[in-house]
């Protein structure tokens, strides 16, 4: 009576740790992927063939010349006899901070290129034990969500599971938009600019409905640079047409939403 | 033994440093002290051996022990001559903002200016503009250029 | 057990089901211009004769400078008039979209101009081919002599429209022009549409000018000017020539700026050599005393509120920039890397300051927060500076010169403008040899 009675404790309380732990995996952080992966993982899966190999170069050339030109040197004056009492003190040590941790986000966005390979090597070996791979999961999980910082290896092992589409279709996905999508220059970087765009597709690849969510954000006084935005991502999507989907699972991919987010871009 | 080795010290010693008091008089031979022109090739005379300007570091308004020299010259020739008149042009070289230069040219005006009247000559015979980098007399880009353009030169007003 | 670990697969795999929309986030995209077909207005069979135009050509000569002018953003790419499917006045009233859309351009410029009883009507349509409507639709009526500005003021409204940033095209730039040997340099005020059109020069060269700048509405001019050789600021009225020296300074005045309510006149004064920052009430001819200090303080720059001045001073030793209250209060240094900095100028946004940074004997033109962070350097150059903003706060004008030979030879000045984000630079089109530019308001508002 009293075994039964903790198996049954025990194998409740698994089924909730679970649940608790897969419910995150639906609300996702937004994720930065460079384009290179998806040139990585055609190459490794044979499920989609998609030839963009030649924009996403184009796109990571671009990315490498914008992080050239952030130049700053910041670095405390030298005392001089001549500064009168009255003057400000200046906040050295603030700036001499900023600038080592700028220092160090920098090696970490070129690094996941060279990473890339590895951890597909390493995920043959987790479909065969998918167990291992749902534990393994969700101590990553809570990992990714106190750090800020993407760390594209376990982001994409997550992806996987969460969204439905293996990786190289979500990926193909994401290249085909970049391609289309025209970003305005003109927008100031330091405002929240996210338009998320629910589209419902037909089994070829077009659009039968578009909905921009926050739609009421258009039309506001003060918001044209959000109008602008959405306008751009809207193009990007009608420009796209017919988008190249997965020959199968017409279910898992008829709905679904963008969020375009330019703030990287702009940042540049 | 150690008599031998001390000598070859001493000799070595003396050598070095005869050779690294060449090299820093190297420094102030040709027409460069530093950054500062000593030549003469720009250089007009108010009177005979009374050289007309004085020449300045970069950014600098600071006077040289040479440019001293010169005023004081000047300082004489004003004194011998009371009912002259002079206007200091202050200018700038080209690498520079052009109106730091302004200002840069209007305190090298007036750093000969304060130096003649501790002289005696009074501020009512002086008076000051400055041309910024507007007028070089040497319109090279070159260090040799730039060095005769930093300068402040007394002019004749009567 | 084996069991249990199934049911597990199983529930799990069905939890995700349940939740099946896909979301894809989107953070890149291409920084390709947006191509856009600009077509010929259509002018109106009614329309008659003026003196001086050709009106015949009008539709074509308004859209060649739109086109021009989205060209030169970077932002746009105007496809080759060849191209066109459509009449300009069929495609005004109904493009048929497919087949725009088929030379690739996602947006469409049209429009109708009619010339009449001494009036000019311009009506503009700007069209989404994507989505296959109207974006914006505009008319305007003025004198036939005004057509470049009514082409001008089209081209904002489209930029607007489809960046959510005002335009700058409808502007003027002040600026001066030389001409002569390095060492003897005319130079005089010269004043053109920022496209190069219309070029006037408001001095004769008899005396040395530099920096002139605009009053905040585009229509007087403050100068520096070397007249009876007394170096003094000057304010020039555009319409009328008359120039007047400001106040009645015992020494050089220099570096003159107005403040963003056009009523006063910050400069420096340079007093027994020593200069520091003044300003003068054009009004009341009360001056204000701002800075004191035994450094150099020149190159004020007002912030857009009137609340703050951007300056270069070098009282740590060097030329820094400094920022402090309107009253001459709070002087804070901002800059702090290697190097020279020099001329601040606040934008018209209130968001940055432009300046000019030498280093290892190279000039820069750069933007930085206005408290210093975030440097960015957008150009480098053997000589160029001063930078001045166009009034979106999106591109900065500037001059560079040349290395010249022994006797001064293969020396030019020219004028350039560059993006904040560091695109887009480009060699502006002048008459003569220039400097110092410096950008107007919008002329329309």
């Known amino acids: 009576m009293t075994k ?21 995996f639906m609300i996702r952080q937004p994720i930065d992927l460079p384009p290179i992966v998806s040139v990585e993982l055609i190459q490794i899966s044979d499920k989609t063939n998609i030839p963009f190999a030649p924009k996403a170069r184009k796109i990571i050339e671009e990315t490498k010349k914008k992080e050239e030109r952030v130049v700053s040197e910041q670095a405390p004056p030298a005392a001089k006899a001549k500064e009168k009492p009255d003057r400000i003190p200046l906040p050295d040590e603030k700036k001499e901070k900023k600038q080592i941790v700028k220092k160090k986000q920098n090696p970490e966005e070129i690094e996941p290129q060279i990473r890339q390979s590895s951890e597909f090597e390493k995920k043959e070996i987790v479909d065969t034990n998918q167990i291992a791979a749902l534990i393994d999961k969700a101590k990553e999980e809570e990992a990714i969500k106190k750090n800020k910082i993407d760390k594209l290896t376990q982001s994409n092992v997550k992806n996987s599971f969460a969204t439905g589409l293996t990786l190289s279709e979500e990926d193909a996905l994401r290249a085909q938009i970049f391609g289309c999508w025209s970003v305005p220059l003109g927008l100031p970087y330091d405002e929240d600019l996210l338009v998320r765009i629910k589209l419902k597709l037909k089994k070829d690849g077009t659009i039968m409905k578009s909905e921009i969510l926050d739609h009421q954000r258009m039309n506001r006084p003060g918001q044209k640079f959000y109008k602008v935005l959405a306008e751009s991502a809207l193009r990007a999507v ?23 987010n330019p703030e990287e871009m702009l940042k540049g | 033994m150690t008599f031998n080795t001390n000598l070859k010290n001493i000799f070595l010693v003396i050598f070095t440093t005869l050779i690294l008091s060449a090299c820093s008089t190297a420094k102030k031979s040709g027409n460069m002290d530093g950054d500062v022109y ?103 880009s070159s260090t040799l250029a730039w060095s005769q353009n930093r300068r402040s030169v007394t002019v004749k007003v009567n | 057990m084996k069991k249990i670990f199934l049911t597990l697969t199983i ?26 077909a600009v077509s010929p207005l259509h002018v109106d069979v009614k329309s008659g004769e003026h003196e001086g135009i050709k009106v015949k050509e009008l539709g074509n000569n ?54 009449k009883d001494g009036k000019l009507k311009v009506e503009f349509r700007l069209w989404d081919l994507t989505a296959a409507k109207e974006m914006t639709a505009l008319a305007f009526t003025t004198t036939p002599a005004n057509w470049r500005r009514v082409a001008h003021i089209i081209s904002d409204k489209i930029y607007e429209r489809l960046t959510g940033e005002e335009g700058y095209f409808d502007t003027r730039i002040i600026y001066v022009a030389e001409s002569g040997p390095k060492d003897q340099r005319v130079k005089k005020l010269g004043i053109m549409d920022q496209d190069g059109a219309n070029t006037k020069y408001l001095t004769l060269g008899n005396e040395l000018v530099l920096t002139p700048r605009f009053n905040p509405t585009n229509q007087m001019v403050t100068y520096l000017s070397y007249f009876r050789n007394m170096p003094r600021v000057y304010l020039l009225d555009i319409e009328t020539g008359m120039q007047e020296v400001v106040g009645n300074f015992p020494g050089m005045t220099f570096a003159p700026r107005f403040s963003p309510d056009g009523k006063k006149i910050i400069m420096s004064f340079a007093e027994d050599g020593n200069s520091d920052i003044y300003t003068m009430d054009l009004e009341t001819r009360v001056v204000e005393r701002i800075t004191n200090h035994s450094s150099i303080d020149t190159s004020p720059s007002f912030s857009p509120d009137g609340k703050y001045i951007t300056f270069n001073s070098d009282r740590s030793g060097l030329q820094q920039i400094y920022v402090m209250r309107s009253d001459g209060s709070g002087v804070k240094r901002i800059t ?49 500076e ?19 030979g022994a006797k001064g030879e293969g020396f030019s000045a020219t004028l350039w403008s560059i993006d904040i984000t560091g695109y887009n630079e480009r060699k502006l089109t002048t008459k003569t040899d220039a400097s110092d530019p410096s950008w107007s308001s919008l002329l329309s508002k």
Not at chain 1, 10 to 22: A, G
Not at chain 2, 119 to 134: C, P, Q, V
Not at chain 3, 345 to 366: N, Q
Not at chain 3, 386 to 404: C, D, I, Q
């Open chain 3, 62 to 115: 308004i859209s060649a400078i739109i086109e021009k002018n989205f060209k030169n953003t970077g932002l746009f790419n105007p496809l080759k008039k060849e191209a066109f499917v459509q009449k300009p006045d069929i495609a005004h009233l109904k493009p048929r979209f497919e087949d725009w859309r088929l030379i690739k351009a996602q947006a469409l410029v049209t429009g109708k101009l009619l010339v």
């Open chain 3, 11 to 36: 529930y799990f795999i069905s939890l995700n089901s349940l939740f099946a929309l896909i979301e894809v986030d989107i953070t890149r995209g291409n920084l390709d211009p947006l191509p856009i």
């Open chain 1, 4 to 24: 039964s009675l903790i198996y049954s404790l025990i194998f409740h309380s698994v089924m909730i740790l679970l649940t608790v732990l897969t419910l995150p």
């Open chain 3, 336 to 384: 702090f890397g290697t190097g020279i900095y020099g001329t601040p100028v606040w934008s018209p946004r209130g968001d940055l300051i432009a300046f000019t940074k030498v280093r290892k004997g190279r000039f820069y033109i750069g933007v930085m927060r206005t408290d210093g962070s975030g440097e960015r350097l957008l150009t480098e150059n053997f000589y160029q």
């Open chain 2, 38 to 140: 000593t030549g003469k090739e720009t250089v007009k005379y108010l009177a005979s051996g009374v050289p007309d300007r004085v020449f300045f570091a970069t950014n600098k308004s600071s006077l040289t022990t040479a440019s001293r020299a010169t005023l004081r010259k000047q300082a004489t020739y004003l004194r011998k001559n009371k009912k002259l008149n002079v206007t200091i042009e202050g200018h700038a070289d080209e690498r520079g903002t052009r109106e730091y230069n302004l200002a840069l040219g209007e305190r090298r005006a007036n750093a000969a200016k304060d130096y003649l009247m501790t002289y005696g000559i009074s501020g009512k015979r002086i008076s000051t503009i400055s041309y910024g980098k507007e007028k070089p007399v040497n319109p090279a």
């Open chain 1, 238 to 260: 009608r420009l796209c047409q017919p988008l190249k989907v997965p020959p199968t699972g017409y279910e898992k991919w008829k709905d679904i939403q963008l969020n375009f």
């Open chain 3, 386 to 404: 001063a930078p001045s903003w166009s009034p979106n706060g999106r591109v900065l004008v500037f001059y560079r010169e040349t290395k010249a």
